[in-house]
Structures are given as C-alpha cells and as structure tokens.
Nanobody
Framework: QVHLVESGGGLVQAGGSLRLSCAASTSIFSFNYVAWYRQAPGKRREWIADIATTGTTFYADSVKGRFAISRDSAKMYLQMNSLKPEDTAVYYC??????????????WGQGTQVTASS
C-alpha cells in the first residue's frame, strides 16, 4: 500500500504564499498522474492541479496563474502564491493512472489545512 503524507500547510495573510509537499512511500513516477485537491468546510472536494509523467501540468481556473504543481521522484509540491481567503481549505495529494479526476484515485494523503486570512 502506498502512503502519502502532506506537509507545509498553515495560516497566512491574504496575498501571501505557502508551499505544500506530499511525500510518497514509493516513486512518484510510478503513477501517470499526481494531483492536488482541496475541500473547504461544507463544500465538495475540488480538483485543483495535475502533473502527468510527461511533465504536462493542468490547473483549475480558480488557481491558474497563482499555483504551480511540481514533483521529483519522492515528492510532489504545490507552490501557492497570492493566496485568497477563498483558498482556505484542507489540501490533499492523490495519485491516479488515468486522466479522470474523480473516482479513479488510487491513494490519498491525510490532508493539510491552509488558511488565508483577510
């Protein structure tokens, strides 16, 4: 079983930055896609970014231009800039082998809280 562990969350003022990390118990390159999702209180889990083994990245419109996903063999990362209060959520990393973003997830981390205060 693959374990994913997120870190790097915290409290930041609006306009600030955070970098999330997700450590995997196996090579990140074992998966065709690694991704970040988030879930705010009372809302459904939202996909926000993917990176494929080719290095191609995909972003939700809500974070495009502000967030950047990257990875190396052991970890995936999410650089978050220009944070807004509406970015407040628990952030999760996940792995998949197909492009379908929900229902095909192989593994999930436990989540890390990000709070952007106004």
């Amino acid at each position: 079983q693959v374990h994913l562990v997120e870190s790097g969350g915290g409290l930041v003022q609006a306009g600030g930055s955070l970098r999330l990390s997700c450590a995997a118990s196996t090579s990140i390159f074992s998966f065709n896609y690694v991704a970040w999702y988030r879930q705010a209180p009372g809302k459904r889990r939202e996909w926000i970014a993917d990176i494929a083994t080719t290095g191609t990245t995909f972003y939700a419109d809500s974070v495009k231009g502000r967030f950047a996903i990257s990875r190396d063999s052991a970890k995936m990362y999410l650089q978050m800039n220009s944070l807004k209060p509406e970015d407040t959520a628990v952030y999760y990393c996940s792995t998949r082998n197909v492009h379908k973003r929900f229902g095909s997830n192989l593994n999930w981390g436990q989540g890390t809280q990000v709070t952007a205060s106004s």
